[in-house]
């Protein structure tokens, strides 16, 4: 295939199988690089994974299931697919951790942001149970305050795993 005719479709039909069926989808894929370069080839070739069958779990569940999943997907399939096109060896994992992140598809990264909603709201929850739980020694204001907090981190909760839903199901 030359390159001047190589199109993102083309791209994106060659990354699931990269490394599963030999030379020519991986091909296709380093003719991307070399037209388009590593990065959009990359870019291009991310694909979605299959959605998480827990739309009918408690919020906290479907989140920590289905974001985790998805975060995951998103990691693992941007360095296969780096390494598929040798271009790992441009990419320092040490020097910059989450640059996988800057992949991420649109729903992707709504998942993300509900890990991080998440993972403050539990962070919050351990004041109140848990081995350091200081709740018992707390004034009632600074209960009050507390709770106000916890409100507000369970509406940015409920909020972003609505966003995650939302641009999980624009890709149907």
Not at 53 to 82: G, I, K, M, Y
Request: glycine residues 4%; hydrophobic residues 45%.
């Amino acid at each position: 295939m030359a390159t001047d005719t190589l199109t993102t479709s083309d791209v994106t039909r060659a990354a699931p199988t990269v490394g599963a069926h030999g030379h020519d989808d991986l091909s296709v894929l380093r003719a991307a690089c070399a037209a388009v370069g590593y990065q959009a080839a990359i870019r291009a070739a991310r694909t979605a994974c299959h959605a998480p069958d827990v739309a009918a779990a408690p919020v906290r569940r479907f989140v920590a299931n289905a974001c985790t999943a998805e975060v995951q997907h998103a990691e693992a399939q941007f360095w296969q697919l780096a390494r598929a096109t040798g271009a790992d060896s441009v990419f320092d994992r040490f020097e910059t951790p989450d640059l996988a992140a800057t992949y991420r598809l649109p729903h992707e990264r709504r998942a993300a942001v509900a890990l991080v909603w998440l993972t403050h709201l539990q962070t919050h929850d351990s004041d109140r149970r848990g081995p350091w739980e200081c709740w018992s020694a707390w004034s009632r204001p600074r209960k009050a305050a507390w709770l106000r907090r916890r409100r507000e981190l369970l509406r940015g909760l409920l909020r972003a795993a609505g966003e995650y839903r939302a641009a999980r199901a624009a890709l149907a």
